[in-house]
């Protein structure tokens, strides 16, 4: 019988050209003639405009146009998921600026070093406004307003209907305010766009693009609504991408901007954005204050969960509010029996950068407030953290499970995952080095932090296209609407139809990510490309393979269930060596009947979301003098479902891992009071380096989804989602014997070693505020209408 090629490590095969040097990114791409593009930002948070002198910019060398809100009219933005429209963003600012890096202007000019020194140019007269950048002052009663029309800064809210206490009957309640902090998504190549007028090698197009983008579809839809041009006239291509995270979902307002002055000279026009505009323009992630209170008995058992959250849209209601919302809602029952959630969240404008998507959108947010609190309810009771959690895991024959709030979980063994992590890392040995560093006094203390986690994948974007062709050499080429940038799509759907047709690896060849040659999509994000888009590209093959396997019968007079794919990538006749034909063969007597060997279809995981989950252990070494810490080692044992390349799922992990882990200890984007960004550059927005990283050990269980015929579950985000939590357990955890109960993250030397002198004088306080009054007058939550769609996620 023919073995799978599904499960083994297969090598990358899109790797060569990238290690190379011959990748292809849009600041590559030759583009004759091209104008380039330079942005006039605000250098003010929040500031009614004057007036904008351009007549010098007008002037200066090289300069082509200068487009103001004036002189280039185009319809405001919402953002692929409009949270609310009232607070939609115009591409070039109007009356007003509302966080620093709004775009007031864009230069155009036959340089780039033309178009930013003509952009120095242009004089804008700043009315200051009091800017608000704190989350609880955002939503406090005579805040400055950034939409004065709205009559306050929350943009969109829900407070938990009713009068049930869910900590009635607990024995215990422990509390903690804590934050979630901001963070910048920070890709290597930061946004990138080229616009031609007309198409390209004598195709009919008004306009052509080439972006880099996590969806070519979604941002294509989003030009065509802004600036008018009917959806078959313009192209959209992306070519290679140099990091995404969600922070390339959709289309940000300079992109409109550089379309339309493309259209309106008759000229390529090309921006790339520089590393400064980019920490200050790209939309950022997370940015959450939380306030926890888990009620338990005293056994340990959860008897209910209160949350109130303020989400940070920034500035022009940034979707990351609907992520609040939405998945920090969804996922707030983790992997536990809690029969009981209260859940009340304000999205708050602030006059900061808009925020959006950051790798695990909400999710990592949960998980961190979540595993927090457990493990200072261990403390609290008593109790072991690994074994309180056991006591209130979902067990594997609950499945599906629906949690409190109404998430239905597919399928799960949270067990199974810890377990593995705990042999790995020598659980028991661990402790017993913590004890006796404890008993010597050393100055280096050692933390273990565990966290078990569930996340969602693929919510809300539950359909993709595929196609599968053979040609007349054997050949096989897959399109699909997802869109790969850095994950591992050639590698993957081709295994997927090399496994299905037999066609070797070096036969198949990939297309994606082309409006002209892939007709829809739903692109990357949401970890949703195997499990759906690779999905499709089975389905595809299936039906591929059923077409060659009807005519091979009749070519072979046999019947069609007596036709398989042999050893050697033929199709034959079962116990007949020499009856077979091969897919060249197949192909032309198919081309010759008119029906050649293809197929395109739209595949629909009916089930819904699938739910990776796992487990994460993390060692530190902290040093009380100084409060640095020293990851040591980390270990994530996740499970995302049936594998089919472990070498790609590894890949994810240490990815997730890396911003996971930086989180915790290093990565923050801060602004001062009045709104001005204070760690805009690679010098201050500390991002780790691989020495900075402790050695990764990775593992996996499998526990395959019932919705689709992989099993496959979503990656790219869950070891983001588990590695925080642990880490920031892991540094209190290594300070909890002096009295340290909790520190915000990032855990920075500064941080922790405040909290030791704290613990050492006497003076800590406790780690928790009454949420504002203000959560109290919020909407109540109303059940959705069975008559109108549901939103992304439900």
């Known amino acids: 019988m023919r073995g799978s090629i599904l499960g083994t490590e297969v090598r990358r095969v899109e790797d060569s050209d990238l290690v190379r040097g011959q990748g292809t990114y849009v600041d590559n791409l030759d583009a004759p003639g091209a104008l380039h593009l330079s942005f006039v930002r605000s250098p003010v948070a929040h500031a009614r405009i004057e007036s904008v002198d351009v007549s010098q910019a007008r002037s200066a060398p090289g300069v082509r146009a200068v487009y103001t809100s004036e002189s280039l009219s185009l319809p405001p933005q919402v953002g692929p998921i409009p949270l609310n429209a009232g607070c939609a963003r115009p591409p070039l600012a109007v009356g007003k600026v509302r966080f620093v890096g709004d775009v007031v202007a864009a230069v155009i000019a036959d340089t780039k070093a033309q178009a930013q020194d003509a952009a120095e140019l242009v004089v804008i007269d700043y009315d200051p406004l009091d800017a608000v950048v704190d989350l609880e002052a955002a939503i406090a009663p005579g805040a400055a307003l950034q939409f004065e029309e709205l009559g306050s800064n929350i943009a969109a809210a829900e407070r938990e209907p009713g009068e049930d206490d869910p900590l009635e009957g607990a024995d215990v309640v422990v509390r903690l305010t804590m934050r979630n902090q901001r963070l910048a998504a920070m890709p290597m190549e930061p946004h990138a766009m080229v616009a031609r007028p007309g198409g390209l090698d004598g195709a009919d197009h008004d306009a052509t693009v080439h972006v880099s983008t996590q969806s070519v579809h979604g941002f294509h839809q989003a030009m065509y609504d802004a600036c008018g041009i009917a959806p078959e006239r313009l192209r959209v291509v992306s070519p290679h991408v140099g990091g995404g995270f969600g922070a390339k979902i959709g289309s940000q307002p300079e992109h409109v901007v550089v379309l339309a002055a493309a259209l309106e ?4 026009v090309k921006w790339v954005e520089t590393r400064s505009e980019n920490a200050v323009g790209m939309v950022q992630g997370r940015g959450q204050q939380e306030w926890v209170e888990l009620g338990l008995r005293e056994d340990g058992t959860f008897v209910g969960l209160r949350l109130h959250v303020i989400a940070d849209c920034g500035a022009y209601a940034g979707f990351n509010g609907f992520l609040g919302m939405v998945f920090t809602r969804m996922m707030a029952a983790g992997v536990y029996h809690i029969p009981k959630i209260s859940y009340t969240v304000a999205a708050a404008l602030t006059n900061t950068t808009p925020m959006a998507a950051l790798r695990g959108a909400g999710r990592p947010e949960a998980a961190e407030l979540l595993e927090r609190i457990i493990d200072m309810a261990g403390v609290e009771l008593g109790i072991d953290p690994v074994e309180l959690r056991r006591r209130n895991f979902i067990q594997p024959d609950e499945f599906p499970y629906t949690t409190a709030v109404g998430t239905e979980y597919d399928s799960g063994d949270y067990d199974a995952p810890l377990r593995k992590a705990l042999e790995l890392a020598g659980y028991e040995q661990l402790r017993a080095e913590q004890r006796e560093r404890r008993d010597r006094g050393d100055a280096t203390q050692l933390g273990i932090g565990v966290a078990a986690y569930v996340e969602v994948t693929g919510a809300g974007n539950f359909t993709e296209y595929a196609s599968v062709d053979v040609d007349a ?3 096989a080429t897959v399109k699909v609407g997802t869109s790969s940038h850095g994950q591992g799509h050639a590698t993957a759907f081709s295994m997927i139809v090399s496994d299905k ?3 070797p690896l070096e036969n ?21 490309s195997l499990q759906i888009g690779g999905n499709a590209v089975n389905q595809a093959a299936e039906v591929v393979l059923l077409s060659a396997r009807e ?6 007079e046999a019947g069609v269930d007596d036709i398989e794919v042999t050893d050697d990538g033929a199709l034959g006749v079962v116990g007949v060596p020499d009856r077979r034909l091969r897919w060249p063969e197949l192909s032309r007597a198919a081309q010759q009947r008119g029906t050649p060997l293809a197929a395109e279809l739209d595949w629909e995981q009916e089930g819904g979301s699938t739910y990776p989950f796992g487990a994460h252990l993390s060692v530190v070494e902290v040093d009380t003098d100084t409060g640095k810490v020293v990851p040591v080692k980390h270990y994530a044992v996740d499970d995302c479902g049936r594998i089919l390349n472990p070498m790609l799922v590894a890949g994810q992990q240490h990815g997730g891992l890396a911003q996971g882990i930086s989180q915790a200890l290093w990565e923050h984007f801060i602004y001062d009071e009045d709104g001005n960004p204070l760690t805009a550059s690679l010098t201050d927005y500390t991002i780790p380096t691989a020495v900075e990283l402790p050695w990764f050990d990775v593992a996996n269980t499998e ?17 983001t989602v588990g590695s925080t939590p642990a880490v920031h357990n892991a540094v209190v955890d290594a300070l909890s014997h002096l009295g340290v109960r909790h520190i915000d993250i990032p855990c920075t030397p ?8 704290q613990a050492q004088t006497g003076t800590l306080t406790e780690p928790w505020r009454d949420p504002p009054a203000v959560f109290a007058t919020l909407p109540e939550r109303t059940a959705p209408d069975p008559d109108e769609d549901e939103p992304l996620g439900a």
């Open 750 to 757: 500064q941080a922790v070693w405040r909290a030791i002198r």
């Open 265 to 268: 000279l008759g000229r390529p």
């Open 551 to 556: 005519l091979a019968a009749d070519l072979l």
């Open 501 to 503: 047709l037999g066609v």
């Open 473 to 475: 050499e054997g050949n």
């Open 703 to 719: 526990t395959p989804t019932p919705y689709n015929p992989l099993g496959a579950k979503g990656i790219g985000e869950s070891a």
């Open 508 to 528: 198949i060849r990939f297309v994606q990510a082309d409006t002209a040659t892939v007709p829809r999509g739903g692109g990357t994000m949401g970890s949703r």
